[in-house]
């Protein structure tokens, strides 16, 4: 359970970062709304799981999903250039949050 709920809390890492960015300097409603509750929600489950999870394997975990998640939204928007090298720099960032796992 420790696991579904990081992978969660990774996923809602990107929505608070996205978030962020939309609140434009937290003066747009909505995104802001949505940057603390995705921000409450997303450091809840962290704090779950690492009553079971180690915690560099936890916070890399997080981290990780919630970097290759925005950045993978930012292309997807246009907001940033997509490139080979950018794809297997975050395939590596993906591989390296498996391997946690695994080794976990």
């Known amino acids: 359970m420790s696991w579904l709920v990081l992978v969660v809390s990774g996923v809602l890492e990107a929505v608070w970062a996205a978030a962020l960015d939309r609140s ?11 940057f603390v509750v995705a921000l409450a929600a997303s450091m809840a489950g962290l704090a779950y799981a690492m009553r079971e999870l180690p915690l560099g ?18 292309m997807v928007t246009g907001a940033e ?10 395939a590596g960032i993906v591989g ?9």
């Open 24 to 34: 434009e300097g937290f003066s747009r409603l909505r995104p802001t709304v949505l």
């Open 57 to 74: 394997t936890a916070y890399a975990v997080w981290v990780g999903i919630g970097a290759v998640l925005t950045v993978v939204y930012a």
């Open 81 to 90: 250039s997509v490139s080979v090298v950018k794809i297997l720099l975050l």
């Open 96 to 104: 390296c949050v498996v391997g946690l796992k695994v080794l976990h």
